[in-house]
């Protein structure tokens, strides 16, 4: 069973520059034109963070909170 990555980022076009002919790619983020959308489970504690690094999301977790 092949499982798709729940953290795995969308790419959705950006208002204003969509184009039905094709689904938006990588590059098109890179020219601004396109911006990845996440879901998944994440949990953001205090001090983690999402960020778009050399077209690549990366997340970082942070400090757990006391239950």
Do not use: C
Not at 25 to 49: C, F, N, Q, T, W
């Amino acid at each position: 069973m092949n499982q798709q990555d729940p953290f795995a980022p969308g790419i959705a076009w950006r208002r204003g520059f969509a184009n039905p002919n094709r689904e938006p790619v990588v590059i098109d983020v890179h020219d601004g034109r396109a911006e990845y959308v996440l879901s998944g489970p994440y949990r953001m504690a205090e001090g983690s963070k999402i960020e778009v690094i050399d077209g690549k999301v990366l997340w970082t977790g942070g400090r757990s909170r006391l239950s």
